[in-house]
């Protein structure tokens, strides 16, 4: 890569890559709660896709012993209770291990700005590196189609019933593990599935053009722009 090409990539300029020869790593995670000061991640899901197709096999699953006290609300939600975290391993195991696994490929998830404030925000502690890659939110890829005025009718959804399991229903996604963060990173994977052959339809087809709709720190954002011909 020359260094012209290297600085468009670091400012994300450059992308010119086909979406179907992208490789990404779809992931997910449970957490204590949401309040990165005090609360920890519990579970980390993810697994690769290649353009449009799911890699069933070599998925990446792991519990992590946390610092933080559980909640028992946010126990009844995923199910993971103290004496099952007892035993895993600590977050600088799983975040070594989960920066192989993604390395080299392209984040994907549902509200990924949460995942990846808790992912870098440890990777920053540990003195590890933060997760730079590119990076794109499943919602804000909806909420940008949703803003262009599509005619498929999940786009007809109220916007205060938008959570993955909404839209999964919606695109008639089966949910059979919802709130384990493996099973979330599946149903996350079909969503994408389903909304590459409408963004495709729309003039999205590199990675550039995938990067400027589904920006992870944009998607509330996008649910909230008035319908219209949006641009990317």
Not at 89 to 112: D, Q
Not at 137 to 147: E, K, V
Request: a negative charge.
């Amino acid at each position: 890569m020359g260094l012209a090409m290297w600085w468009q990539e670091r400012r994300g300029g450059g992308g010119t890559q086909a979406l179907g020869a992208l490789r990404f790593t779809v992931l997910d995670t449970e957490l204590t709660g949401l309040d990165e000061r005090r609360d920890d991640i519990v579970s980390l899901g993810a697994l690769h896709m290649q353009g449009g197709r799911i890699e069933l096999g070599g998925a990446f699953q792991e519990l992590v012993k946390p610092s933080a006290t559980l909640d028992g609300r946010t126990v009844v939600i995923h199910g993971i209770t103290p004496e099952q975290l007892e035993a895993s391993p600590p977050i600088a195991t799983v975040l070594t291990a989960f920066k192989a696994y993604s390395a080299n490929t392209v984040l994907l998830g549902h509200c990924l700005a949460i995942d990846l404030g808790f992912l870098n925000r440890d990777a920053r502690r540990l003195k590890v590196g933060a997760f730079r890659q590119p990076a794109v939110d499943t919602l804000a890829l909806y909420g940008w189609l949703r803003h262009r005025g599509s005619e498929h009718p999940t786009f007809a959804l109220e916007t205060a019933h938008l959570s993955l399991f909404d839209l999964a229903a919606a695109f008639d996604i089966p949910v059979e593990t919802a709130h384990t963060a493996l099973g979330d990173a599946f149903v996350t994977a079909q969503l994408f599935q389903r909304l590459l052959p409408l963004l495709k339809e729309a003039g999205v087809d590199t990675l550039a053009s995938l990067r400027r709709v589904g920006d992870p720190d944009q998607a509330t954002a996008s649910l909230s722009a008035k319908p219209g011909h949006a641009h990317f």
